[in-house]
């Protein structure tokens, strides 16, 4: 009874504290946003596609210099053996927590039709040779300069906290391989390794002002899978002599459908799509071959195999039925590169963090959104098997008054990546800041 009164007081004594602090917190916000807003439009005007990540990078380890932060740049080796934009910026103050904030840099080729004064008119020529338009429409640049604020304030605060803060500017996210390129290049080695990693993501499903938080899986896994049905080719009107890829593709594709609906658990979430099919170049021409891209996603890492190995089964079979001879059996191939596991949100730190964060913004200003079926590498800093907790919050985006409208209508707002995607700014940029340093200060507080 003693002890429940005396940690009552001492709540009691703390709440004001807290509260000060977050005031405190939030006037600095104040101060540094309209900084901070005129860096999100020269980043939102100035995109660059996935691995092109060079003015946008140099912008932001420019700001996170003269901030304070021991700033390293390039940082991160692709596969292929080439250099990427990475940013390492670290601000060392004490014994603690080493607590690791990512931004992604890359923006989509995408032409911009949001009509903004400050819209993107960027063109460039993509890695196939066709002339695109780019836009930041997954709202990266949003994320960039709410975490340069929380940068800025945490760095004008040095006695509040004691850890290392370590600020990563990660490149192509889009394309899947800049978390893996940047962990190649020794992140882990020749910088600290983290005790937690955090992040955030934007959505228009959740209004500005507000933050989502998930714990556990948050988003799947994605592998993706190139399936080659090759058969014998011949004259369009004498299928009798060939062996009819187009054919094997139909109902490659449809016996597919079966893996999710009839071999996976309905309580297992799973996703198989074909999202690309190319064979055959004329009317009359039995092709040789056909060529698929496909994409999956699941959350348990059994499930995933199980798919894959249906994938396969399922190629074998469609050609079996054909009578393919052997020596033109499927090739089905699964990326080693455009694989990333699923994000899972450590539920300690997740329940921590939503404290924390309810604090900060105030308890109906969290919300406790649904785990989605996108895919993101943000979950490879976290290290094979869970090794360091990892939490990334959904940042709210959309305007209140046209969400509200969407969920009357039933006609959604434009999703990420969409030319028309257009995140409130304010509140977000403010609430993308007050998350990001509320949560760095409350990991590494004293
Ligand atoms: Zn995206
Ligand atoms: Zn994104």
Avoid at 125 to 142: R, S, W
Avoid at 345 to 373: C, F, H, I, Q, Y
Avoid at 383 to 404: K, N, T
Wanted: proline share 6%.
């Amino acid at each position: 009874m003693g002890t429940a009164k005396a940690e009552l007081l001492l709540l009691a004594s703390l709440a004001p504290l807290l509260t000060a602090q977050t005031q405190d917190i939030r006037s600095l916000v104040d101060r540094e946003l309209p900084a901070l807003t005129a860096v999100y439009q020269d980043l939102h005007a100035h995109p660059e596609l996935s691995q092109h990540e060079e003015r946008t990078s140099a912008t932001l380890a420019d700001a996170l210099r003269k901030a304070g932060y021991a700033v390293t740049e390039r940082v991160g080796k692709y596969s292929d053996g080439s250099q990427a934009f990475g940013v390492v910026a670290i601000l060392k103050n004490g014994a603690g927590p080493v607590v690791l904030a990512r931004t992604e840099l890359d923006a989509l080729p995408v032409e911009e039709k949001t009509g903004l004064a400050y819209a993107s008119r960027v063109r460039t020529t993509n890695a196939a040779g066709q002339e695109v338009g780019v836009m930041h429409a997954c709202g990266h640049d949003l994320h960039m300069a709410a975490l340069l604020g929380a940068a800025r304030i945490l760095a004008g605060m040095k006695d509040r906290w004691s850890g290392t803060l370590m600020i990563i500017g990660q490149p192509a996210e889009e394309t899947i391989g800049g978390a893996s390129a940047v962990l190649a290049d020794g992140l882990y080695t020749r910088f600290p390794r983290p005790d937690y990693a955090i992040a955030q993501h934007d959505t228009p499903d959740i209004e500005a002002g507000k933050v989502g938080v998930v714990s556990g899986p948050a988003l799947a896994s994605s592998t993706s899978v190139d399936v080659i049905l090759r058969g014998v080719g011949g004259h369009g009107a004498r299928p009798e002599t060939a062996k009819d890829p187009i054919v094997m593709a139909a109902e490659f594709i449809m016996e597919i459908q079966t893996i999710v609906s009839r071999q996976i658990s309905p309580l297992d979430p799973a996703v198989v799509t074909v999202g690309s099919i190319h064979g055959g170049s004329k009317h009359n021409i039995i092709p040789d071959d056909v060529t698929l891209q496909l994409t999956t996603r699941s959350y348990s890492d059994e499930v995933r195999k199980k798919i894959l190995a249906a994938i396969e089964r399922t190629a074998r079979g469609v050609a079996l039925t054909a009578g393919v001879p052997e020596d033109r059996a499927p090739i089905v191939k699964v990326s080693a590169g455009e694989y990333v596991p699923a994000t899972y949100n450590d539920p300690k730190l997740a329940g921590r963090l939503k404290a924390v964060l309810a604090a900060a913004l105030g308890e109906s200003n969290v919300t406790e959104p649904r785990p989605e079926m996108g895919a993101e590498d943000f979950g490879l800093f976290g290290l094979e098997g869970r090794q360091i907790p990892i939490f990334m919050l959904r940042l709210g985006a959309a305007d209140p008054r046209e969400l509200a409208e969407s969920l009357r209508t039933g006609t959604p707002l434009p999703s990420l990546h969409s030319s028309l995607f257009r995140p409130q700014v304010e509140p977000a940029l403010r609430t993308g800041v007050l998350a990001m340093t509320a949560m760095a200060l409350d990991l590494m507080r004293k």
